[in-house]
């Protein structure tokens, strides 16, 4: 594993600074929100016509919202006026939400979605709608209404997804946080593949239009471990609306990272006891990190908890989820789905009731083998997915050193686990390959455990000692 290579960046030096700096600037009050909308439009007019991460820009509606913050913006939690981005898939009132299908292509809500919301009134700015495949069905990010989000490290590789267009966002300095949501990996697998943070919460920590649905949760994502926990920050809190929403805790979870050490302890599983997969490259990749952690005072073990029947599980409550959301669309809109998504909601319409109770038998002794394992563990660390970004213009891999994928989703397996046991994790950089693409690590942690599950992470990414600023897009 390499060092982060040479880049340039050329955009506005404020872009370039965290996101924690940039709030204190505005709370202190020696920088204006309306200077930032600026700025990120100046960076965003630079580089959109390479990566196309946010394909709606709403600068009129932003400045306006700037110059109407509540005090709520200033609060310890306030987000002071910072720009963000939110994924086309969570409704923004009066701005085009499209979902990357053809059929709402000009679709514009009435009302936001709660974690807009919530974000608008803590004092983000929402500068406009990151790409996503369409209904955020794959992890590659490409849709018919505004075409592909290549990764900014090697645009001829692709971003990940769902939630590509926030990560692409984030490593070329468009935005200084940027909202993800989750499913098999939706935040993780982008976060990896662009050298960005991304972390998928317990769910009922960032309230949205779910319903008593635990599976796709929206997330922080950001370029470093901190910035991600002043997100979390913002995006959390009791909704008394959702029903499997919780309050926010009493220490915030940015005091928590600043009290991280590197005494942690690791459990490392390649292949999360024989589920999937990962290269030889990846795999080496990762434990040359863990080795740091260790060197820098971490200790690191391979271990695994037994988790029975995961993949047949994890299917089934994705079929479920799909047949109950998109497969409930009219069916004018159904019409054009692409045909990976169309498959999983016939998947969805075609489970029996046994299916259901066996995943949600197996989906309990998963999450109690977790529960018992991680009293011994910090976290449990595992590959963000087995393999490297590909080529930009394949949907998915097919194989992995040679060992056939049967499916569109079996490359992404690792991202299974804490979907099904409800539990938080995060995609964290580590390094680069040899040929300049960004190395993610994934920590899987304790129920409703973000908080230490941060810490863990902000220990890691001190032992790796990664910059973390932002790049001007690197042709392929």
Not at 183 to 188: D, V
Not at 412 to 436: H, R
């Amino acid at each position: 594993m390499t060092n982060r290579p040479e880049t340039g960046y050329s955009g506005p030096d404020i872009c370039a600074m965290s996101a924690r700096q940039v709030v204190k600037l505005l709370k202190d009050k020696k920088i204006s929100a309306q200077e930032l909308v600026a700025a990120a439009a100046e960076r965003i007019a630079q580089v959109e016509p390479v990566v196309n991460a946010i394909p709606t820009v709403c600068l009129e509606r932003a400045q306006g919202h700037a110059q109407a913050l509540g005090p709520e913006a200033m609060s310890e939690i306030g987000l002071g006026g910072l720009p963000l981005g939110i994924k086309d898939l969570n409704d923004f009132a009066g701005v085009r939400t499209t979902y990357g299908t053809p059929a709402l292509s000009d679709h514009v809500p009435a009302s936001s979605d709660p974690v807009v919301t919530r974000l608008e009134a803590r004092g983000g700015i929402v500068i406009g709608k990151t790409n996503t495949p369409e209904m955020g069905a794959g992890a590659n990010t490409f849709n018919s209404v505004f075409g592909r989000t290549p990764n900014p490290w090697n645009t001829s590789r692709n971003a990940g997804g769902s939630s590509g267009g926030a990560a692409a966002s984030l490593a070329t300095g468009e935005t200084w946080l940027s909202h993800g949501s989750d499913l098999a990996g939706s935040l993780r697998t982008p976060a990896a593949y662009c050298g960005v943070v991304g972390l998928r919460p317990t769910p009922g920590r960032v309230t949205s239009n779910s319903g008593f649905s635990t599976e796709a949760v929206s997330g922080p994502m950001a370029r470093s471990v901190e910035d991600c926990a002043l997100f979390l920050d913002a995006m959390s809190g009791f909704d008394p609306t959702n029903p499997i929403s919780f309050p926010e805790p009493e220490t915030s979870f940015l005091s928590a990272v600043d009290a991280a050490t590197a005494d942690v302890k690791i459990a490392y599983s390649p292949d999360l006891n024989g589920l999937t997969f990962v290269s030889k490259e990846v795999d080496g990749y990762l434990r040359a990190a863990l080795d740091m952690v260790e060197s820098a005072g971490g200790q690191v073990r391979e271990a695994c908890p037994d988790l029975p029947d995961l993949d047949r599980a994890y299917r089934v409550l994705r079929a479920m989820l799909w047949a109950a959301g998109p497969g409930r669309a009219p069916a004018q809109v159904q019409k054009g789905f692409k045909d990976t998504l169309a498959q999983n909601i016939q998947i969805g319409r075609e489970l029996s009731i046994d299916d259901v109770y066996d995943a949600n038998a197996s989906r309990f002794a998963i999450f109690s083998n977790m529960a018992l394992f991680l009293q011994d563990h910090d976290v449990l660390a595992c590959p963000v997915v087995g393999l490297m970004p590909g080529p930009i213009e394949q949907e998915y891999p097919t194989e992995i050193d040679g060992q056939p994928l049967g499916d569109y989703i079996e490359w992404l397996k690792f991202s299974f686990l804490s979907t099904t046991a409800i539990l938080p994790s995060i995609s964290v950089p580590v390094g680069f390959s040899g040929d300049g693409m960004p190395v993610g690590l994934q920590l899987i942690g304790k129920h409703r455990g973000e908080a230490h599950l941060l810490q863990v992470a902000r220990a890691v990414e001190m032992a790796v000692h990664l910059p973390n600023g932002p790049i001007d897009p690197i042709p392929g």
